[in-house]
Nanobody, 130 residues
C-alpha cells in the first residue's frame, strides 16, 4: 500500500492551501481515510476523517473542532484520492500533515486516535506565517 501526500507549502495567515492524498494498493472505496497533523513539540492530532461510501450514502466527513468551518475534506473514490481544502489558515495550523488509511475496512472513522490507521504517508509540511 502506498500513501502519498502533496500540496503543502508556505502561506500567510488568512490564506488557503489544498492538500491531496493518493492511495494505491488496496480497494480504496472500502476504507476510512483521514488527515492527521503534528506540530514540533506537540502530539499528533486528527484533523479530518472521511468514511467509506455505503450502498446508499456517500460516506461521512468528520472534523476536529479546531478546523470546523475552515477545512473541507473530499474523497474521490474513482481516483483513490482524499483532498483537504484549508481556508482561513492560522499560524497554529503550522504542522506536518499526514494522510492515513485504516488498517481494516471494518474500522470506524476516527480523528481522536491514530491507532486504527495502519497505512501512512510521509507527510507534507504546511507553514502559516503571521
Amino acid at each position: 500500500v502506498q500513501v502519498v501526500e502533496s500540496g503543502g507549502g508556505l502561506v500567510q495567515a488568512g490564506g488557503s492551501l489544498r492538500l491531496s492524498c493518493t492511495v494505491s494498493g488496496l480497494k480504496f472505496d472500502r476504507y476510512p481515510v483521514a488527515w492527521f497533523r503534528q506540530a514540533p513539540g506537540k502530539e499528533r492530532e486528527g484533523v479530518s476523517c472521511a468514511s467509506e461510501p455505503g450502498l446508499t450514502d456517500p460516506g461521512r466527513l468528520y472534523y476536529a473542532d479546531s478546523v470546523k468551518g475552515r477545512f473541507a475534506a473530499s474523497r474521490d473514490d474513482a481516483k483513490n484520492t482524499l483532498d483537504l481544502q484549508m481556508n482561513r489558515l492560522k499560524p497554529e495550523d503550522t504542522a506536518m500533515y499526514y494522510c492515513a488509511v485504516a488498517r481494516d475496512p471494518s474500522q470506524y472513522c476516527s480523528i481522536s486516535e491514530s491507532g486504527p490507521f495502519g497505512y501512512w504517508g510521509q507527510g507534507t509540511q504546511v507553514t502559516v506565517s503571521s
